[in-house]
Structures are given as structure tokens and as C-alpha cells.
């Protein structure tokens, strides 16, 4: 994460608008209400092209729904998220995977009921073609586009061990297993950029190493940027360039991995204020 | 280099899911057809045939439902209407009542048609519920279709009210008119019911290939998908309202169809003939048989006409057979009769391009 949240009004900060410029992905100055309790108060992030920036803080501080704001699954009340340079504020869920911003979930969200090729291949309904009448006569470029889909998911289910249990029922494999497929489902639909949803949460020691490199992977693979959010510092030190900090829905600092995780504040945030008699 | 064509060797050789898919369709829907050609030619009366008439016409009905609730999870209690729209038009546009006799052949989808714009007119803010308020506002629909038909004899007589529309037309093929007169083909003969048999069946084996090769395509996963999770299935960049819109007008199509058969089979239509509890029979199949199977749409619709003309001679006791059996299907056997599994031919498809895959590198 490189400048943001040097304000702390939750206005809409001329400085963060010049430095989110440029980016791939920006927002500037989100705000989300429940009811009375502001769950995100005037955050910023600019997440330039090819890297990886991590968004952290404590249980509640508002990081899963900063997140679904960028994603389009919960609706902003104040402030502009960019992609590209293009306002996408306004658009649904449905249109930003479109352009190319996809999601994974913190509480997996596969179709259990359909096997891992179609899930990646439900991942790559923009890719691939045909409605009703194109999914009954196949015209229309529908089984070319339908045949390069399969081989593109195969391939992104190989490069992420995936490929024997292709035909398994999504709802049948292990933990860690649904996590890979989760990325895998985001992945071959080559998105420019991946919100990553805690894809640490409920793995092992192993599996954890594995998705770190994963993780540290993606850029030049895929060409992609990474937005993480999560709770382990292992993951988010090994992996991002950048970090941001929120409590309480507001930004707390950001910056280099290392200064952050050693900043005073940070450290006060996580683990309480020492009481000082 | 090397590794680019080989890619491209490869994908010559692999294939086509899609043309797996079409084969796979095309041979189930094809064995229904066998299936009834045998029905027809071992039926021991006319009286077997119209059972079986009928029961070709429920299966094209809960093959559409299934679509829907199947498929896309959508409950839909007024199922039945769009069936009723489309006898309708063809009741009003093809028999004496206002002296409009247009072609049969061109009111088959010009009743798709009606049913599948009344679907998008009832879909478009239905669909903004979900689950139970979903089923209550599908269920006002078909009550309001059910009045209309009761109801527009005034102040202009528009549906004839409850007396119905009688004296509908027959399909015509050039100038011999199905279900007029007996036909013999040689040895073969096909009586005026037969004739009407073989039209269903053409039907119901169309609508099958249809349902199982939308269910394999891009809509039906996105549609299986959303019934799993919105949320994820929006986030993979479907619209959820298309998705859900057009499985609710697909169903209504297949209904509007069926509902033009119909009317030209009976040569009358009623408006008790689409009551609710049509609606709930046409569910009923879809349950019993597998919710989500296609095949089991037609064996939900064989079990739920046949059982209670079998049970005929039991008379009062009928009912209560029929709903003991129904109980304990749905006690054994709670997927329904047939479950719906994951086809083959979906499977095969990437089989056959990762062991490729693994031979190369």
C-alpha cells in the first residue's frame, strides 16, 4: 500500500486523490454505515500494478467490509473506487468481475453441488459464451469458446494441484483443497486484480507455505494485483510489498511490511494498550 | 515454441464439450422417443394411449418446472398459468368463439411466446423476493390468471368465462387434419388419439434435449451456481437477475408450448383445468422424481398420473393410497427417484484433456 490514510477526518482528502492516481485499483475516502455504526470511516487504498498490498487490523475492524465494498457486494455510501482509472463506484458485483476484479471468500463460498472443472468454469462466464438459445444450439462460437475455456481451467487446475480431482464434486474435497479451488475459480478468468479474503484462515503449517507462495506468485504469473486481507503476519510479511492498517473502520498507518508490523500503534491495536501506573 | 504447438495440436484433438454434450442430449432424448414408439406400439387400447398422452404433456410440464426450481431454485407456485396462457391463446385464436382460425404450427410459438413475456412481465419484480415471499407472489400470479379466465366474459367476452371454449381447431399438416379420422399407414394404424400421442412426444423428447443441454451450458451452471450462492455466482460476473429471468421465461416457454398441445388434444379448454392445485401437482412431480433431474421429471409425471388411474377401481380408498405412497416415497427415498448426479459427459470431457496434458509434459 503505498501513501494513504494520512488523514484522519474521514474527509475527502485532496492528498489521497493525487496519490492513488496512477493505480490499478483506488478508492478514496470509503465510508460504510450500518444503521448507526460506521463499519468503515474514510479509508483509502491504492494498489499499484503486479504486487500485492495487505490490509490488517483487529477482529471487527472493518477489513471484510472494506473489501466487499471493492467488490461490489455491499453498496458505498461515500467515496469512489477506481479501477484502471474507470469509476466503478456505481457498478454491481457482476459488472466488476467482468472488468476484471474478482474475490475469494473468507468463509469458502464453492459450488459444492458442481465439480471443480465447472466451478471454474462458472468462474469464466464472461469468457465463455451463449444464453438460452445459444446454450441449446451451440452456435454462435459457443463450443469454441466453450472447448478454450475447459483448457484454460485445466491448466490453472494443474498449476495449482488441482487437476486429479477435477471431476470431484467441489463439496467433497478437503479444506485446503477448497481454498486452492476458490483462486483457481477467481484465477482463470485472468482478472487484473484478486481480493483475496483471508485465504490463510483454517490451514495448516503446510498448506500455509504453500499458499504463501502461491500467493507471491501470482503477480508475475498472472499479471495481476493482490489486495490480502488477513489475520496471519507470517502471510501478510512474506507476502505483500505494502500494508495497511485499519481499527475500528479507520486507517491506523501503512506502509513497508516491517515498519508496520513494529509500529507502536499496531502493536497497541493487536494486543492492547499496556496500562502504565 | 514447442510447448505453443503442442497447445495448439492439442486442442484440435480435444473434444468439444459442447459437442459432448449436444450427443448425450440428443441420445437421451432420443431414447424417450424409442421409448414411445414402444409405448405405442404395445398399447393395448386407446384408453393407454390418452393416459399416456397426458402423461407425456405433465413430463414437458415438470421438465420446464424443474428448470426453475430444479435448476435455478426458484419456487414457483403458478407454474400452471403460463400452461393456461398458452391453451388459452391457442383456444382464442384458433376455434369459433371469436372466428380466428390461425395455424396450429404458428401458434405453438406464438403461445411460447405469450407465456414467456408474461413470465418476464411477472418475473421482473417476482424475482426481487427470494424463497417463501418468491412462492407467495408466483402463487397470487396463478390465482390472478385463474380469475382472469373466470372472469373476462364481460363486459366483453373476451375468455368465455367458466363455460370455456369449445369446439377448438385441430393441427392441420397441409390438408389433412390431425385427430380427425383414423389413419392407416399399411398394416399400421393410428387412431385419432395416436396421432395426438406422437405430437406429445415429439414435444416432450424437444423439450428434453432442450433441458438437458441448457443444463449442461454456461446458463445452467450459472444457474446451478446461484441456487448454491448468489453472492459467489454474481462475484464470477453473472447477473443474477438475467440468470434467474431466464429460467423463470424458459419454463414459461416450455409450459405456453404444452399448454397449445393441449388445447388443440382436448378441442376445449376450462379455466378449472389451471387451478393452483395443477400447479402443485406439476411440484409434486418434480419432487417425487428428483429435484434437478430430468428424467425424473418424467418419472414423477408417469408415477403421479398413472398410480391414481391404477388405483381407479379402489374408488374412495384412491386418494388415500395415492398419499400413503407419496409419504413413503418421499419418507425411503428423499432425493426423489431419480437423484441428480453429475452426468458423464462432463466428466469425460476433462478427463480426456488432462491425461493428455500429463502425456506431454
Given amino acids: 500500500m503505498t501513501a494513504t490514510a494520512q488523514r484522519m477526518d474521514g474527509g475527502t482528502g485532496v492528498l489521497a486523490a493525487e496519490s492513488t492516481a496512477g493505480h490499478l485499483l483506488s478508492a478514496t475516502g470509503l465510508v460504510k454505515r450500518f444503521g448507526g455504526l460506521i463499519a468503515v470511516d474514510g479509508v483509502d487504498l491504492a494498489v499499484p500494478a503486479n504486487d500485492i498490498v495487505g490490509i490488517i487490523g483487529p477482529n471487527g475492524a472493518g477489513k471484510t467490509t472494506l473489501l466487499n465494498m471493492l467488490s461490489g457486494a455491499l453498496a458505498v455510501d461515500e467515496g469512489t473506487i477506481r479501477l484502471d482509472g474507470v469509476d466503478i463506484t456505481q457498478r454491481n458485483a457482476a459488472s466488476r468481475a467482468a472488468l476484471g476484479l474478482r474475490r475469494t471468500f473468507q468463509n469458502i463460498r464453492l459450488f459444492g453441488g458442481m465439480t471443480v472443472l465447472e466451478n471454474v468454469l462458472v468462474g469464466m462466464h464472461v469468457q465463455t459464451r451463449g444464453w438460452i438459445a445459444g446454450g441449446i444450439i451451440g452456435g454462435w462460437g459457443v463450443a469454441r469458446a466453450e472447448r478454450a475455456a475447459v483448457e484454460t481451467a485445466a491448466t490453472v487446475l494443474t498449476t495449482l494441484g488441482l487437476e486429479s480431482c477435477a471431476n470431484s464434486l467441489a463439496g467433497s474435497l478437503s479444506y485446503g483443497q477448497q481454498r486452492r479451488v476458490e483462486i483457481a475459480r477467481a484465477l482463470a478468468s485472468s482478472p487484473r486484480v484478486l481480493l483475496l479474503d483471508e485465504p490463510a484462515a483454517g490451514l495448516n503449517s503446510a498448506e500455509k507455505r504453500e499458499a504463501t507462495e502461491l500467493i507471491c506468485s501470482l503477480p508475475e504469473r498472472y499479471g495481476l494485483s493482490v489486495v490480502l486481507v488477513e489475520h496471519d503476519m507470517d502471510l501478510v510479511s512474506d507476502t505483500c510489498s505494502a500494508i495497511s492498517v485499519i481499527e475500528y473502520g479507520r486507517p491506523l498507518c501503512d506502509g513497508r511490511p516491517a515498519e508496520v508490523l513494529n509500529d507502536q500503534r499496531v502493536i497497541d491495536a493487536y494486543l492492547g494498550t499496556a496500562v502504565v501506573r | ?361
Fill in chain 2, 1 to 361: 515454441m514447442t510447448a505453443l504447438m503442442e497447445g495448439r495440436e492439442a486442442k484440435t484433438r480435444l473434444p468439444s464439450p459442447d459437442a459432448a454434450s449436444r450427443r448425450s442430449a440428443a441420445k437421451q432424448a432420443g431414447i424417450l422417443a424409442i421409448v414411445c414408439a414402444l409405448v405405442l406400439l404395445a398399447a393395448p387400447s386407446d384408453y393407454t394411449v390418452r393416459i399416456a398422452t397426458m402423461i407425456l404433456i405433465y413430463a414437458a410440464l415438470a421438465m420446464g418446472l424443474n428448470v426453475v426450481v430444479g435448476l435455478a431454485g426458484l419456487l414457483d407456485l403458478g407454474f400452471i398459468a403460463f400452461f393456461g396462457v398458452g391453451a388459452y391463446s391457442y383456444a382464442l385464436l384458433a376455434s369459433n368463439l371469436h372466428d380466428i382460425h390461425i395455424n396450429f404450427w404458428l401458434m405453438v410459438p406464438v403461445g411460447m411466446l405469450a407465456a414467456a413475456l408474461l413470465g418476464v412481465v411477472v418475473g421482473l419484480p417476482a424475482l426481487r423476493t427470494h424463497g417463501d415471499y418468491l412462492a407467495i407472489v408466483t402463487l397470487g400470479f396463478g390465482e390472478i390468471v385463474f380469475i382472469l379466465l373466470v372472469n373476462l366474459d364481460r363486459p366483453i367476452n373476451i375468455t368465455n368465462g367458466p363455460q370455456g371454449v369449445l369446439g377448438i381447431d385441430l393441427p392441420a399438416v397441409g390438408g389433412w387434419q390431425i385427430g380427425r379420422e383414423d389413419v392407416y399407414l399399411g398394416p399400421i394404424g393410428l387412431t385419432t388419439t395416436m396421432q395426438f400421442f406422437v405430437l406429445a412426444a415429439l414435444y416432450t423428447a424437444g423439450v428434453m434435449y432442450c433441458a438437458l443441454r441448457l443444463r449442461d451450458a454456461r446458463l445452467g451452471r450459472a444457474w446451478r451456481a446461484m441456487q448454491e450462492s448468489e453472492a459467489a455466482t454474481s462475484s464470477c460476473g453473472v447477473s443474477i437477475v438475467r440468470a434467474k429471468l431466464s429460467a423463470f421465461v424458459f419454463g414459461a416457454s416450455v409450459a405456453g408450448g404444452a399448454g397449445v398441445l393441449t388445447a388443440a388434444w382436448y378441442g376445449s379448454v376450462f379455466p378449472d383445468s389451471f387451478l393452483f392445485s395443477e400447479s402443485i401437482k406439476v411440484l409434486a412431480m418434480v419432487v417425487l422424481g428428483g429435484i434437478g433431474s430430468v428424467w425424473g421429471a418424467l418419472a414423477g409425471a408417469v408415477v403421479l398420473v398413472f398410480m391414481p388411474e391404477l388405483l381407479r377401481e379402489f374408488d374412495q380408498y384412491r386418494l388415500l393410497i395415492f398419499g400413503l405412497v407419496l409419504v413413503l416415497v418421499m419418507r425411503l427415498r428423499p432425493q426423489g427417484l431419480f437423484a441428480s448426479g453429475t452426468p458423464r459427459v462432463r466428466r469425460w470431457t476433462l478427463r480426456r484433456s488432462t491425461t493428455r496434458r500429463g502425456g506431454s509434459s
